[in-house]
């Protein structure tokens, strides 16, 4: 079953923050999270483990809440560059091949 | 180059056909994943490959896709008799060993076109 984002959009001005979801019915062993501009691959941007190490980007927090099986990631200070669709994929106890969500599409406007 | 890189970045293709996309991992990854990304949507599963051990193939849609990985580096992803709804763009990823919790690294994708 893919993982439920939200939202599905966001717009915001410059500086502002941003909170996306992802929740899973599944019990997970990690969250990833990629952005992907129009047209390019997806770009790594964390990863969140089962037990609490997370890896990943200086100026991207995310929090993975293991009980519920739910992972938010924070954009703080919302740059243009941060404009892009967002994906959580998360990493069960079935297949190693990550299973993902619909996408949020972010964009930051002057 | 240091990252994954995949041939051709289009095709165009009538229906019928059949295509062969290609998927060149970063150095020293034994892992391989093969993904399907249809217009607007996410990225979904196809093929695994990690090692020597059999692919999980659980994500093929049906049995016109196919994929091998010659000497455990590049992988050629088969798609036999196209059909219109294959149109999507094919990305193709890779890491380490592919244990768990392992971060998984993506190429640029094929874009693919059925007429």
């Known amino acids: 079953q893919q993982p439920v984002q939200s939202p599905q959009a966001v717009i915001l001005r410059e500086g502002e923050d941003a909170v996306i979801n992802c929740s899973s019915s599944?019990?997970?062993?990690?969250v990833h999270w990629y952005r992907q501009k129009h047209g390019e691959a997806p770009v790594f941007l964390m990863i969140?483990?089962?037990?609490?190490e997370q890896k990943g980007h200086d100026k991207i927090s995310a929090s993975f809440n293991e009980k519920k099986q739910q992972s938010s990631l924070y954009l703080t200070a919302s740059q243009l560059s941060y404009s892009g669709t967002y994906f959580c994929g998360t990493e069960d106890t079935g297949r190693r091949a990550l299973t993902f969500g619909s996408g949020t599409r972010l964009q930051v406007q002057p | 180059g240091a990252g994954v890189s995949q041939s051709p970045s289009n095709k165009v293709t009538e229906k019928g056909k059949d295509v062969e996309l290609r998927c060149d991992p970063i150095s020293g990854h034994t892992a391989l994943y093969w993904y399907r990304q249809s217009l607007g949507q996410g990225l979904e599963f196809l093929i695994y490959?990690?090692?020597?051990?059999?692919?999980?193939k659980s994500g093929l849609p049906s049995d016109r896709f196919s994929a091998e990985r010659t000497g455990g580096s590049v992988s050629t992803l088969t798609i036999q008799r196209t059909q219109q709804e294959d149109s999507a763009v094919y990305l193709c990823a890779s890491s380490h060993t592919g244990t768990r919790q392992e971060t998984q690294y993506f190429g640029p994708g094929t874009r693919l076109l059925v007429l």
């Open positions: 490959f990690q090692g020597n051990s059999a692919p999980d």
């Open positions: 599944k019990a997970l062993y990690s």
């Open positions: 969140l483990l089962k037990g609490g």
